[in-house]
């Protein structure tokens, strides 16, 4: 089979963020499995950068163990009419003008040498798989190599899945692979698929994590009992209905029990609370699996996600989760693993951290029907199969 080329806005192996952490690691094992791989970028460096800067020297790098990198220059935009558009969107202000969204596909990250040389060179790709769905990168990259185009889109339920223009060119591409069933479901009832090999794949996660509670306790000298969020702490992420929740459940519970929060980003945290919610921000891989078997439970609020890499982690770590019931992707992993609980509102948030914290037998139970879940379905050896036969498949129908 000819290479593949995996198509992104922008790489490092620094970079932060679902997306860009979960294409690492699929090119990582597949190129350690022997399957030919290629990542082709922009000379941006990062999401938060300015996307009119080239951080990068355009050309071919070996990284990541020695995958071959080609980055190519970012053409300038005019960042104010993006952003007009923009926040449209992110206040769910749809449907767009078609104008509306030219503009938001013209101005935001648009490599043109990237796009010729996928037109060009594309004879020499088995595939070019293009992640995730809503930048310039993807849509007109998919437009160079609609036969040879899969998707890994990420979606959730947000305004820009319905964006028109993606409607029109995302229904004609040869493949998508989806994070989780209802990624995939979002994506059949918004798009027409019905010429794509279409298929929920998931993510590979690294299932062989060690682990001590007793470790993270006397390192950071938190002794009482506590929920974890592990993540970046911003609005998008939910971590203020957390917080509200939590100061609540202290009020009505007159608990002692803490909130450990983990991860970048900047959060307030109301006077009242300084002694009790524990901010550590990043912290080294290993102390972040002695917090998950540390705490009593992990809290995943968000409400936006396709998939979960700490509620997995958690799992792992043989403790149990609980997820917002507004996602249902995170919904949807812990009722089928029946590894955790959910909550769409603070009584059911209260009854569920009640539950776990005074029943730790059954908690421990439904910590370790996650562990499996994820063993099962996750598990790296598992995932590079399901790969190469997709590939081999979709391969074969051309």
Known sequence: MKKIGFVTPWYGENISGGAEAALRDITGHLFRAGVEVEILST????????????????????????????????????????????????????????????????????????????????DAYAAFVFIPYMFGTTYYGVMECYEKAVMIPCFHEESYVYLKKFKEVYSKVAGMMFNAAPEEELARRVYNLAGVKAETMGLGVDTELTYDAARFREKYRIMEPFILYAGRKDVGKNIYTLLDYYQEYRYRRKSELKLVLLGGGDIRIPRELKSYVIDLGFVPIQDKYDAYAAAELLCQPSKHESFSYVIMESWLCERPVLVHRDCNVTQNFTVTSNGGLYFGNYFEFEGAVDYIVNHPKEAHIMALQGKKYVKENFAWDVMIEKYKRYFSELCTAE
């Not at 071919?60 to 960042?79: A, C, H, M």
């Not at 796009?115 to 594309?122: A, G, S």
Request: aromatic letters at 12%.
């Open 43 to 122: 000379c941006v460096r990062e999401f938060h950068s300015n996307w009119n800067c080239n951080y990068y020297k355009p050309g071919k790098t070996y990284e990541s163990g020695g995958i071959p990198v080609l980055r190519f220059p970012v053409r300038k935009r005019d960042t104010r009419a993006f952003d007009e558009v923009n926040l449209k969107l992110m206040h769910g202000e749809i449907p767009l003008k078609e104008r509306e969204e030219e503009t938001f596909l013209r101005e935001m990250i648009n490599s043109p040498e990237l796009y010729r040389y996928i037109r060009e060179q594309k």
